[in-house]
């Protein structure tokens, strides 16, 4: 293999590690966002429930100050009604009496039914506070992991970008510059493998002279199809 390909293969591998670091680097910012997303979805749900615990007590107070009144309008009208002696307005006290009555066991229903709706909210916001607690717990750690993570990829990139200048400073000008031009614009690989007579680039078949040359190992050759840089894979 010609010496100068074996160096941009080197190089190959770097820019490729390098680039997968950078990938890698990217996505933590994102993982914590979505992180902190799921936290605050947590606590969401944790205030969503505190505050239905809070309406549903708002809404018992308000009927027991329901309870309380319609009992002092009954003592009123029992007063009323011993005090009266005509019996259609003795009558008609009454059925007031009777109406209030049947609003004060409707609402006592109503006050149950709360007091049932409380206990199962009470116990779910219970449950739901244990699992924002989990939450909040695993997410530290997770972000603790991303905090290692990141200083861990920032020392790889560190050193393989070392690497690669030291590597890039041994190699031919005008042969990195083209390097440099097929790796970016191809996104995967300048240098590739010939197998046979098949460039591993674009997967097409090259001319017989250029196959020829690749297998001489005499100069650097490229995909009259793609152009990347070739070398004979066997």
């Not at 100050?65 to 009454?94: H, P």
């Not at 017989?208 to 199809?225: D, F, H, L, M, W």
Request: net charge negative; proline share 0%.
């Amino acid at each position: 293999m010609h010496s100068e390909l074996e160096q941009l293969l080197i190089l190959q591998d770097r820019d490729q590690k390098i680039r997968q670091i950078r990938i890698e680097i990217e996505t933590v910012p994102l993982r914590r966002k979505s992180l902190d997303a799921q936290l605050a979805a947590s606590r969401s749900s944790v205030e969503t429930l505190k505050h239905r615990a809070r309406q549903v007590e708002v809404d018992r107070t308000k009927l027991e100050l329901g309870v309380g009144t319609r009992a002092e309008s009954i003592s009123r009208l029992k007063t009323q009604q011993y005090q009266t002696r005509k019996n259609d307005e003795f009558q008609a006290i009454s059925h007031e009496i009777e109406r209030y009555e049947n609003e004060i066991r409707k609402i006592e229903d109503d006050e149950l039914e709360l007091m049932v709706l409380a206990d199962k909210v009470r116990a779910d916001l219970t449950e739901e506070e244990k699992k924002a607690a989990a939450t909040q717990q695993s997410i530290a750690r997770q972000n603790v992991d991303l905090d290692e993570k990141s200083r861990a990829l920032g020392s790889q990139l560190q050193q393989l970008t070392a690497e690669r200048s030291e590597l890039a400073g041994k190699i031919d000008e005008d042969l990195l510059a083209r390097f440099e031009r097929l790796f970016k614009s191809k996104g995967d690989a300048a240098v590739v493998a010939i197998e046979h007579g098949v460039c591993m680039g674009c997967h097409m078949k090259v001319t017989t002279a250029t196959a020829s040359q690749v297998r001489a190992g005499k100069e650097i050759v490229s995909c009259e199809n793609c152009g990347r840089i070739l070398y004979d894979a066997q």
